[in-house]
């Protein structure tokens, strides 16, 4: 049974325990809001970008563009946008689940964040390319991740190209994803809610009408095709940085709720230990002067 002395050294590890949780909590939470402003205000310029990319498309008729060839997929290439830190749930778990499932033997990983580099090497998986970025993620770092993605597509190291994230829902949900990037298939509409090529139905060919192209939409699509994927990409580490605050934000208050139930605990069993100590003291005090009167 431990001391009383025991027990207060612990409700002392415990209050400091809690004071690192709290501060980290409130950093968190400074940056996730300014992460998830971020995030939102993308979100309508690429749902309009899409709109417009589906509307040509739709006017483009067959269309060619080298990033658009489809071939069989012997090689894959799969981007892996992780976090630099942990302490932020099962965020990453989630997420190299995800990336577990695709077969090792075919794909070469490309990693941004430090979680998915070590999961990589951890794991003897091939590795051809490690990016970092900021907490708040620069247009060029992303412009940097889909070149490097569009050249290994382009020079027929890979067929395909695929990208798994964190995608943000809201403060307390965040969904790991799998997202197609190459080759690019048909452009669809999205919702006002979605930040990339989604489920909602596709442009109809009539809808091209809607919009005027010039030069043609053809040569549009060859011209806007690689901005396209630079802000797809650049989307996704918004998407990203905002789940990463988020979780993090909400990890630290339930750390820093349980220490403090914690101390609670240990302070109650604190108080009754010191009280049976007390009246033991003073059965032996009692039983002490009845003998001696004796």
């Not at 069993?269 to 009692?286: H, S, V």
Request: aromatic share 6%; hydrophobic share 45%; with cysteine.
């Amino acid at each position: 049974m431990p001391s009383t002395r025991d027990i207060r050294r612990r409700i002392k590890s415990v209050k400091n325990t809690a004071q690192i949780t709290k501060a980290m909590q409130m950093v968190a939470s400074a940056k996730m809001r300014k992460a998830q402003q971020a995030a939102l205000a993308g979100r309508p310029y690429a749902t309009l970008m899409n709109e417009v990319m589906a509307a040509a498309t739709a006017g483009a008729g067959e269309f060619q563009h080298p990033l658009a060839e489809k071939r069989e997929v012997k090689k894959r290439a799969l981007i892996i946008i992780s976090t630099d830190k942990g302490l932020c749930g099962a965020l990453n778990t989630n997420l190299l689940r995800e990336a577990a499932k695709v077969p090792p033997a075919t794909t070469v990983y490309v990693v941004a964040g430090r979680k998915a580099a070590q999961w990589v090497a951890r794991t003897k998986r091939e590795l051809v390319a490690e990016f970092s970025f900021k907490d708040s993620p620069q247009f060029a770092e992303a412009r940097a991740i889909s070149k490097f993605a569009q050249e290994l597509f382009l020079s027929g190291q890979v067929d395909a190209v695929d990208v798994v994230f964190t995608n943000y829902i809201n403060t307390l949900t965040q969904k790991a994803e799998v997202r197609p990037l190459l080759p690019m298939g048909r452009i669809q509409k999205l919702e006002a809610n979605l930040s990339g090529p989604g489920t909602s139905e596709d442009l109809q060919p009539g809808s091209a009408s809607e919009f005027s192209f010039e030069p043609a939409a053809g040569q549009l699509l060859g011209n806007l095709l690689p901005h396209y994927l630079n802000f797809q990409v650049y989307q996704v580490l918004l998407e990203a940085k905002a789940s990463e605050h988020s979780a993090r934000m909400v990890a630290m208050k339930s750390a820093t709720d349980n220490a403090k139930q914690l101390i609670k605990d240990l302070t109650l069993e604190y108080n009754k230990l010191r009280q049976a100590n007390i009246t033991k003291e003073l059965l032996e005090i009692t039983s002490a002067a009845m003998a001696m009167g004796n």
